[in-house]
């Protein structure tokens, strides 16, 4: 079975600074790999997606992740975060049809 | 146009009761998914139902129930909750079972099992 790791629980960063997301992922064949994002009180927004291609994907608001086949990942960035960015944050894959296996999360705080 | 909606938004139940959660899918959407998350946990699969079918199921007791009209929307049913059937449970609807198409989440139904 496929599986998603996101390593960090919590991270904070200051608004204005980068933002680096963590995703490990288990999976045989080359993953169709997610980031969702969902704010209090509100389902999962998706912010991107890979499939195939380019390993850089961009996404919405500003965010973009890189796929790397050799180390399993596909870690989100962003180069300047704003405090509209605090939410959680899901890494996920595909395990059959569009059956999603989710990570644990990442709790993002800013601080200004 | 709405978005995935989502009824009730919170519940609270006792338990050895039973649950319906209801959910209805984008306009022209025919998939229907279900996902339980858990508080400090992501999501997980519970069901996947496609043109009133059930396509997919994860590793939940046969307490846990679903099914799809059709409409499309779908209904999730759980008899005899335990505590630890607290959850919100979250709504996922998209055109088809293709992992190309998106999947678009509702606000999810809180449920409280005292």
């Known amino acids: 079975a496929q599986s998603v790791t996101q390593p960090d629980i919590h991270i904070t960063v200051s608004e204005g600074a980068s933002l680096e997301l963590r995703c490990n992922y288990s999976y045989g064949a080359t993953p169709y790999l997610f980031w969702y994002v969902q704010s209090p009180g509100q389902g999962l927004q998706l912010l991107l997606k890979?499939?195939?291609?380019?390993?850089l994907v961009q996404g919405i608001k500003g965010f973009e992740a890189e796929f790397k086949r050799s180390q399993s990942s596909f870690n989100l960035r962003k180069p300047s975060v704003h405090w509209s960015d605090a939410a959680e944050y899901f890494c996920?894959?595909?395990?059959?049809?569009?059956?999603?296996?989710f990570g644990a999360g990442t709790i993002l705080r800013v601080k200004s | 146009d709405a978005g995935v909606t989502q009824s009730p938004t919170h519940l609270i139940k006792t338990r050895g009761q039973h649950v319906t959660l209801r959910c209805s899918p984008i306009s022209g959407h025919k998939s229907v998914s279900w996902y339980q998350q858990v508080l400090g946990q992501g999501p997980q699969f519970i069901f996947q139902y496609y043109e009133k079918e059930e396509r997919g199921r994860g590793n939940f007791p046969d307490r846990f129930s679903a099914r799809q009209f059709p409409n499309y929307s779908s209904e999730l049913n759980v008899n005899a909750l335990l505590l630890g059937d607290s959850a919100l449970y979250l709504c996922?609807?998209?055109?088809?079972?293709?992992?190309?198409?998106?999947?678009?989440f509702g606000p999810g139904t809180r449920l409280t099992v005292l």
């Open positions: 996920a894959v595909v395990e059959y049809g569009n059956k999603l296996v």
């Open positions: 890979y499939f195939s291609g380019d390993t």
């Open positions: 996922a609807s998209s055109w088809d079972r293709s992992s190309y198409n998106e999947q678009f």
